[in-house]
């Protein structure tokens, strides 16, 4: 009884944020459908006049399409992985972000394969890799692999929202539009909350957070044997599994912190989203950082000192034409946050947000770095020695498809956030109760310990006075 009304005390607080929508809403919603129709203009442009109005031609096949793909799923593995984590390990202050590490999950995996379709010329013929799919192909691994994935994540959201809708669901004083709490009371699925079904739900979502973890390792691993499996110069890798997966959840973590910073000003939940959930994901940042610089060392050092030929054209193009480049994504992107969080002081929200925004876009300039220049170092050189045939340069169909794309994440966090509180209070009135029956508890054990303790002081005193 305690923990419902808790609840729907909970609930009274964010139901504004549902309710009310005001004009800096309306006009940040125009602004991204007008990213995403300038996207799919240009998508049409692509699909009437071909890939010759984009940066890639035969010698470099792949640009920033791919790179998109691989950081959208990356930053989606990463919210698996922080929230499967936290709920599995049950992190005592996990509760305030846990739905914005969800839906960075879904959210990104949703929109990451699709720039996988805009690398493709003949978009007629892509019913084939399902009607005839090679086992033998890393690509056919990718497509079970993602499928798995988002299938997987889906369910895991949607148990976690469930007990929200029942609250929505029974919220009596409510704004919401009557349609709204029909949507709420199907998508409740007869949940009440009773000991039963609370067990339930508690019990299956423990085993869908260890699924996802899993599910994730094995999906972005996939993605890096595309790679690795290749005998492409800067490609064959035996760490590449590993290092993609490191490099994932270090630039997820930051997504996440940034989400966590806008949010936080957006809806004012100071209250909620405290400094010490920015110290928490911020010490995950750090201890990637050094994850990923390590391996990021060991890959370039052992290529460097085993002096190949066609590794080190590959090294002399990144200390020369990429030189900023491979100096901002591999120093820049993670001395900062070691910095930030390795020193005390340094340590306020707005410093870890900036560490998280710089590692960000550090971690998408070395995906850049991973395929643009092994592109453009092939084994033998091509016919045609135009620069423009051998160098990649993004086009501005490109960077407005990328644009969309990033649009897109953004309008749907902020839909989410309107349809369903971004705190899940069911989860943050439980952790609370939890933390108050624990004071409680000890409370009383250190006033039996007291009284234990007065009890034998009389007794001695008695036993003193009779001798």
């Known amino acids: 009884m305690e923990s419902n009304k808790r609840k729907q005390e909970l609930l009274k607080e964010f139901l504004p944020q549902l309710e009310k929508t005001s004009i800096v809403w309306y006009a940040w919603v125009a602004f991204l459908f007008a990213a995403i129709f300038l996207g799919i203009y240009c998508l049409v442009l692509q699909i009437l006049k071909g890939h010759i109005i984009t940066g890639m031609r035969d010698n470099v096949v792949w640009g920033v399409y791919i790179v998109n793909f691989i950081f959208f799923m990356g930053i989606s593995y990463a919210g698996a992985l922080v929230s499967g984590s936290m709920h599995l390990f049950k992190t005592s202050w996990r509760g305030p972000i846990l739905r914005i590490a969800e839906l960075t999950t879904i959210i990104a995996l949703f929109i990451g394969p699709l720039y996988i379709l805009l690398c493709i010329g003949r978009l007629d013929r892509l019913p084939f890799l399902f009607m005839y799919p090679r086992i033998q192909s890393p690509i056919t691994w990718d497509v079970i692999a993602i499928t798995t994935d988002l299938f997987g994540c889906l369910i895991y959201l949607y148990l976690s929202f469930i007990r929200d809708f029942a609250l929505l669901r029974d919220s009596g004083d409510t704004k919401l539009p009557k349609w709204r709490i029909n949507i709420y009371k199907v998508l409740a699925i007869g949940y009440h909350d009773t000991p039963t079904q609370r067990k339930r739900i508690k019990n299956v979502t423990n085993i869908m957070s260890a699924m996802i973890i899993a599910i994730a390792i094995i999906v972005y691993s996939v993605l890096a044997w595309i790679f690795s499996v290749t005998l492409q110069p800067g490609w064959h890798s035996t760490i590449f599994g590993p290092y993609f997966v490191i490099a994932a959840v270090f630039s997820g973590a930051g997504v996440i912190i940034i989400l966590m910073r806008v949010f936080r ?51 002399q193009i990144l200390f020369t034409q990429y030189f900023w480049q491979f100096v901002f994504s591999n120093y820049v992107g993670t001395l900062l946050p070691i910095i930030i969080m390795g020193i005390p002081r340094f340590r306020t929200i707005n410093t870890i947000t900036f560490a998280a925004i710089v590692a960000v876009l550090a971690l998408w300039m070395n995906r850049y770095l991973i395929v643009v220049p092994t592109l453009e170092t092939p084994y033998m050189p091509i016919q045609d020695t135009r620069p423009e045939w051998m160098l990649y340069k993004a086009t501005w169909i490109e960077w407005c498809l990328t644009f969309g794309g990033v649009g897109t994440f953004c309008l749907l966090f902020t839909l989410a956030a309107k349809f369903v509180p971004i705190i899940p209070v069911s989860e943050v009135a439980d952790a609370e109760l939890e933390m108050s029956a624990e004071l409680a508890k000890g409370q009383d054990n250190h006033e039996a310990t007291v009284t234990n303790s007065l009890k034998k002081q009389i007794v001695h005193k008695k036993e003193a006075n009779e001798l």
Do not use: P
């Not at 100071?270 to 010490?276: R, V």
């Open 265 to 315: 000003s957006v809806y004012h939940l100071e209250k909620y989203i405290t400094k010490q959930h920015f110290v928490g994901v911020g010490m995950i940042l750090m201890i990637l950082s050094m994850f990923f610089a390590y391996f990021t060392f060991s890959e370039y050092l052992t290529k460097w000192y085993g002096s190949k030929k066609l590794d080190d054209n590959l090294i």
